[in-house]
């Protein structure tokens, strides 16, 4: 595969930011699983509590996970 | 009769929505709305998918490999089906993303054009064969499918 092939470099972006998604999606599961806050969670991620609570709060309580108050 | 095509869109909308929360996806993206279409629901589109190939688990392979490989662009080397899942999630309820907003708006102008007052699952796999961008192309040509060859089936299908 050329690198420097625009159609494919543009396509291993999309691949790269779904790859990310998958795993913060994974990770934020895992954390939170094993009891950590949202405030640690959201400090190795490098964003605000309420952003990292807003965006996966509902499908963690929807999955079962028993979460730390904020 | 209206009522009944509707219901075939809405059911398509919905499938590509499931299949988006699938994938832990917060958009609908047009591979959703191709999945969608190889369901039952896809009617003779999802037949014309299958003669070429495209079941819906073959197209679900194939996306895979078209991630690996473009990921390995980057550098980066991924055996997808290896990957942590996170329990996806029924209420985040996608929504439809730029890639699924242009197969619906090619299909609405196909359809336009040859005067039908309803988009069908054909006029919807026309929409979505109408690029060589994207991750569906690329896509079908892993799959090792001739997309000009399959739009023009498809196009023979609302003609």
């Known amino acids: ?70 | 009769m209206t009522t009944k095509l509707k219901d075939v869109r809405t059911l398509l909308v919905q499938n590509a929505r499931e299949e988006a929360e699938m994938d832990g996806s917060a958009m609908i993206e047009a591979e959703h709305v191709l999945l969608s279409l190889a369901s039952p629901i896809g009617g003779d589109a999802a037949r014309l998918l299958a003669e070429a190939g495209l079941t819906r688990d073959a197209i679900r392979a194939a996306l895979d490999q078209e991630w690996e490989q473009s990921l390995a662009v980057a550098g980066v080397t991924v055996t997808v089906a290896e990957l942590p899942r996170a329990t996806s999630e029924r209420g985040r309820n996608p929504k439809f993303g730029e890639s699924a907003k242009l197969v619906l708006k090619r299909a609405a102008e196909r359809a336009k054009r040859l005067g039908a007052s309803r988009m069908s699952p054909a006029h919807v796999l026309v929409g979505v064969l109408d690029t060589k961008l994207g991750r569906v192309p690329r896509t079908l040509e892993l799959a090792g499918v001739d997309r000009t060859a399959l739009y023009a089936k498809a196009i023979q299908l609302i003609d």
């Open chain 1, 1 to 70: 595969m050329d690198p420097t092939d625009p159609a494919a470099g543009l396509a291993a972006v999309v691949a790269l930011r779904r790859l990310a998604d998958r795993l913060e999606d994974s990770q934020v599961e895992q954390a939170m699983r094993a009891g950590w806050s949202w405030s640690d969670v959201a400090e190795v991620l490098g964003v605000t509590r309420q952003a990292v609570h807003k965006k996966h709060a509902a499908r963690l309580i929807a999955a079962g996970v028993a979460l730390r108050r904020r």
